[in-house]
């Protein structure tokens, strides 16, 4: 019996510190729970675009989106190739969790537009999203991301999204 409790106790302890170490903020990730987020943050990105190819007819936004396909497929094509030589695996956390539920959302209330307001709500959504994912990348992740190699993929990735967000911009801009 007090076998029995101590293994009770133990295993409660054990996965109470698991708990505690798990990452609460964004800066708390670590390489391989914010290389998922980057992925997941690519993939999200990826079905925005192939939904604005199936629904708009402005040439500026197909455009657009096929760059957003291209650029977000090889980053994470380069980053999986990154992982495969390092032996590791990305990790499933809180925030990849976040984008992908609300990233739902988002495909959600876009797929009920049409026209102009379709085309204002995808670059108004491209535009914010950069903001946030860039804004993240640069002030959470770069800063705490030990490994070189992937600090300088997402050095090097952040420098191609930042030209998105301006991009995204241009649109927002000109679709007023």
């Known amino acids: 019996m007090k076998k029995t409790i101590v293994t009770c106790?133990?295993?409660l302890a054990l996965s109470s510190a698991s708990f505690i170490t798990q990452a609460k903020t964004p800066a708390e990730l670590n390489d391989l729970e914010i290389a998922h987020v980057a992925y997941t943050a690519d993939v999200i990105d990826i079905q925005y675009a192939h939904l604005a190819l199936a629904l708009?007819?402005?040439e500026q936004i197909k455009?657009?989106?096929k760059t957003m396909i291209r650029d977000h497929e090889a980053v994470n094509e380069q980053a999986l190739a990154l992982l495969s030589k390092l032996g590791a695996t990305a990790q499933d956390n809180f925030l990849s969790q976040k984008l992908v539920s609300d990233s739902k959302e988002i495909i959600n209330e876009?797929?009920?537009l049409r026209g102009k307001a379709f085309d204002k709500r995808y670059a108004e959504n491209e535009?914010?999203?950069h903001k946030a994912v860039?804004?993240?990348v640069a002030g959470s992740f770069i800063p705490n991301i030990e490994n070189k190699e992937v600090k300088a993929l997402f050095e090097a990735g952040l420098r191609i999204f930042k030209s998105h967000e301006n991009h995204a911009a241009m649109m927002v801009k000109n679709l007023k």
Do not use: D, E, R
């Open 127 to 129: 535009l914010a999203y």
């Open 63 to 65: 455009k657009f989106a």
């Open 110 to 112: 876009l797929s009920q």
């Open 134 to 136: 860039n804004g993240l």
């Open 56 to 58: 708009t007819s402005s």
């Open 9 to 11: 106790i133990v295993a």
